[in-house]
């Protein structure tokens, strides 16, 4: 089927992380695999499971508006899972600052009050507006990661276009116009 590669891609994408999600798209043919969709969900997946968050959301941020909506559940547990990583590698005991503006690119974030919510809901101090604290003993996990909004990786990706216009366009660029009966 034409549009198989962007739905196994969607597929693995929303269930990232899965060992039998990614053993599934693996099974799949050569040629399917090598589709430009598919790859980019196995290039998402791998960064996802190595917790490359530099890698991770570069690629979050080139994916089209379906594809960010099959990955948004996840988006809130890889931004934790780098704030954890930050944490283990900058904490000192009098703590070493990082400008807000540097996790609001890393993480995708949507601005800095959204980074300024991330770091309080982890215990992490501020100095100022614009700068986060990594201490040791400071850093904490309960409860879920905190739902961000993800305008940037989601919301912005519609263009003013609505849901049906976009997965549409999607559709076409796949698979063609479905609207013309086969022969």
């Known amino acids: 089927h034409p549009g ?11 269930n990232l992380g899965s060992v039998e999600a990614l053993h ?9 695999r090598s589709c430009p969709a598919l790859r980019t969900a196995l290039a998402v997946d791998a960064a996802f499971r190595e917790g490359n968050a ?7 941020r080139t994916l089209p508006y379906l594809q960010s909506c099959a990955v948004q559940c996840h988006v809130g547990h890889a931004r934790r899972r780098a704030l954890a990583c930050l944490n283990r590698a900058l904490s000192t005991p009098k703590g070493q600052t990082l400008p807000l503006g540097y996790m ?19 215990g ?9 604290v990594f201490q040791r003993g400071h850093y904490a996990e309960e409860g ?8 940037v990786l989601v ?14 366009a ?3 660029e796949v698979g063609g116009d479905r609207s013309k009966p086969r022969e």
């Open 4 to 14: 198989q590669a962007a739905f196994q891609g969607l597929f693995l994408l929303y």
């Open 24 to 32: 599934s798209v693996l099974q799949l043919p050569t040629a399917l």
């Open 54 to 60: 530099a890698r991770l959301f570069r690629l979050l």
């Open 104 to 122: 609001v690119h890393l993480l995708a974030l949507d601005g800095p009050e959204e980074a300024r919510d991330l770091c309080q809901a982890h």
């Open 124 to 132: 992490l101090p501020l100095v100022g507006q614009d700068r986060v």
């Open 144 to 151: 879920l990661p905190p739902a961000g909004t993800c305008k």
């Open 155 to 168: 919301g912005s990706k519609l263009g003013g276009r609505s849901l049906e216009e976009v997965v549409m």
């Open 170 to 172: 999607e559709e076409e």
